[in-house]
C-alpha cells in the first residue's frame, strides 16, 4: 500500500491569500489526485496530476484558482489561490492502486480555514 | 440523479447487532465497487472492494454485488462502537483513466 504525508495538516488563512499544499508519496506513481471534500460532504475531484505535463481540471475546477505541480513520480503541490471563505475544506491527495484494483489511498488531508 | 447515492443517515444500531449500508448507482457500464470507511477528522480508507455479483466476506463485512439491480450493499456483522465513522461508497468504470465516484457517504453510530 502507498503512504501518503500532506503538509500542512491544517491552516488557517485570510481571504485573497494563497495557499500551497504538498503531497509526498514514498512509491514512485503515475497519476495524483487531488480531492476537496467541503464539511459534510462527499469527496470531489479537482484534477489529475501526470508527471512531465498539465494538470486534467475537473468541470468547475480552473488552472488560475488551483494550480497543481508535479515535478516528479513521487510529489506534487496543489495551490489554491486568492483563497475565499467558500475555499474552507479538506483538501486530500490520492493515489489509485498500482495493482490496478481500481482503489485509492488517500493522504491525511489538509484542512483549510478561510477568514 | 446522481451517480451514486447512498440511504440517508445517520444510521444508528446497538453494540452486537447487524448494520446495513446501501448504495445504488446509475451506470450500467460500472465494473468496480468500493466500500470507504472515514472516521470523524480522518482520510477515507479501503475496507472493501468488490467486482462481481455476489457476496465477498471479509471478517465481520460483507459486501453485496447485484450489478443487474446496479446495488452494491455492505453489511457489518457484531457492530462495534469502533465501527461508528461515515461510510462511503465508491463505482468505477474502470476506463475513465481511474476516476472513481463516491456518493455522499452513511454515517453510522454504534451505540455501547
Known amino acids: 500500500s502507498a503512504v501518503i504525508s500532506q503538509k500542512p495538516s491544517r491552516d488557517i488563512c485570510q481571504r485573497g491569500t494563497s495557499l500551497t499544499i504538498q503531497c509526498q508519496v514514498d512509491s514512485q506513481v503515475t497519476m495524483m489526485f487531488w480531492y476537496r471534500q467541503q464539511p459534510g460532504q462527499s469527496l470531489t475531484l479537482i484534477a489529475t496530476?501526470?508527471?512531465?505535463?498539465?494538470?486534467?481540471?475537473e468541470s468547475g475546477f480552473v488552472i488560475d484558482k488551483f494550480p497543481i505541480s508535479r515535478p516528479n513520480l513521487t510529489f506534487s503541490t496543489l495551490t489554491v489561490s486568492n483563497m475565499s471563505p467558500e475555499d474552507s475544506s479538506i483538501y486530500l491527495c490520492s493515489v489509485e492502486d498500482e495493482n490496478g484494483q481500481g482503489f485509492w489511498f488517500f493522504g491525511p488531508g489538509t484542512r483549510l480555514t478561510v477568514l | 440523479q446522481k451517480e451514486v447515492e447512498q440511504n440517508s443517515g445517520p444510521l444508528s444500531v446497538p453494540e452486537g447487532a447487524i448494520a446495513s449500508l446501501n448504495c445504488t448507482y446509475s451506470?450500467?457500464?460500472?465494473?468496480?465497487f468500493f466500500w470507504y470507511r472515514q472516521y470523524s477528522g480522518k482520510s477515507p480508507e479501503l475496507i472493501m472492494s468488490i467486482y462481481s455479483n455476489g457476496d465477498k466476506e471479509d471478517g465481520r463485512f460483507t459486501a453485496q454485488l447485484n450489478k443487474a439491480s446496479q446495488y452494491v450493499s455492505l453489511l457489518i456483522r457484531d457492530s462495534q462502537p469502533s465501527d461508528s465513522a461515515t461510510y462511503l461508497c465508491?463505482?468505477?468504470?474502470?476506463?475513465?483513466?481511474?476516476?472513481?465516484?463516491f456518493g455522499d457517504g452513511t454515517t453510522l453510530t454504534v451505540k455501547p
Open positions: 451506470d450500467r457500464v460500472s465494473q468496480s
Open positions: 496530476a501526470n508527471q512531465g505535463s498539465e494538470a486534467t481540471y
Open positions: 465508491a463505482v468505477s468504470d474502470n476506463t475513465n483513466a481511474g476516476k472513481s465516484t
